[in-house]
DNA sequence: ATTGCCTCCGTACCATGGTACGGACCCCAT
DNA sequence: ATGGGGTCCGTACCATGGTACGGAGGCAAT
C-alpha cells in the first residue's frame, strides 16, 4: 500500500484532483476514513495501490465507451457474483465499440480521399462536402 | 431542388427540427430568406437538396469527430480557396482518428478478454478490473 | 513559529450538443 | 371560416464530465 495523498493518488492515474473528487462523490471511488488527528475535522486521507488501479479502471472503461454510470456498474460487479449481467454489459459494449470503430474507419477513408484531392493540383477549392458523401 | 420545409429537411438528414434551428444558430446551416408574404413576421422558410447534403456532411463529420466549431470551418472551406488549411485539418483529423481507432480497438480485446474470463466457469465473480489493466 | 504547499469542503461554473416550452402565426383541407 | 398541424422565435433547461473558487485548516521544513 503506497499510502498517497490525493494529490499522489491524482497524477497515479494521470488526472486532477477534482476529478478525483468527483469521482468519490459520484461513488467511483471510495472516501476513504481520515485518522482522526487532533484537528476537529480530521486529519488527511490516504490511498493504496488499490485506489489506483481502479482509477485506472475508470480511465480505460471510459476510453472504451462506457459513461461513469455503467462503470458504477461493473465496479460493482466486479466484487459481486453476476457473471451474467458483467457478460451482457460487456458483450453490449462490444457490438456498440465494432459499429465505432467500423464508423470511424469509414470517416478516415472520407478524410483521407479529401486530403487527397486537395493535395492532387487544379486551382478552387477542394470538394470538402462532396468528399463526404457516400 | 426539393422544397422542403424545416421538418421535412430534419427528417431527411435523421435529425429534430430543433437541431436544425440550433445548427443555423451555429451558423452550420443558412437561414434562408422567407418569402416575404403577407404576413408581418414573413412567411415560411424552404430548403433544397443543397442544405440536405450539407446536413448530412455536418452529421458525418461529427462522427469522424470534428466539433461543431470545426465543422464550420470546414463548411466555411469548402467554398473558399485554401486547400492548405483544408489538408491540415484532414490530416491532423486522421492522425486522430487512427489513435482512437487503435485505443478503441484495444478496449474491445480487454472486453473480450473479460468476455471471456466471465464465460470460463468458476465461482465468484470474474475480474473486471484485472481486465483491463495493461 | 512562519512560510509555503497540500488538503478539505461546498457550491458554482464551464463546454458541448442538443432538447423543451409556450405563445403567435401560417397554410391547407374540409 | 374553422381546425389541425407545422413553423417561428426567444429563452430556458438538460446531461455529461468535469473544472474553478474561496476560505479554513493541516503538515513539514527552515
Do not use: H, K
Not at 457490438?95 to 493540383?121: N, P, V
Amino acid at each position: 500500500m503506497a499510502d498517497l495523498t490525493i494529490g499522489a493518488l491524482a497524477r497515479a492515474g494521470g488526472v486532477g484532483v477534482e476529478t478525483i473528487r468527483y469521482y468519490q462523490r459520484r461513488g467511483l471511488l471510495p472516501e476513504p476514513a481520515r485518522p482522526a488527528g487532533p484537528g476537529l475535522g480530521g486529519g488527511v486521507r490516504r490511498y493504496g495501490s488499490g485506489d489506483v488501479r481502479r482509477l485506472r479502471f475508470i480511465r480505460s472503461a471510459q476510453t472504451a465507451g462506457f459513461t461513469l454510470e455503467e462503470i458504477g456498474e461493473l465496479l460493482t460487479l466486479d466484487a459481486s457474483n453476476e457473471r451474467a449481467r458483467a457478460q451482457d454489459l460487456a458483450r453490449a459494449r462490444i457490438l456498440a465499440l465494432d459499429a465505432r470503430i467500423a464508423e470511424l474507419t469509414e470517416a478516415r477513408e472520407a478524410l483521407a480521399r479529401l486530403a487527397d484531392a486537395c493535395a492532387s493540383g487544379g486551382a478552387g477549392p477542394c470538394p470538402i462536402i462532396s468528399a463526404f458523401q457516400p
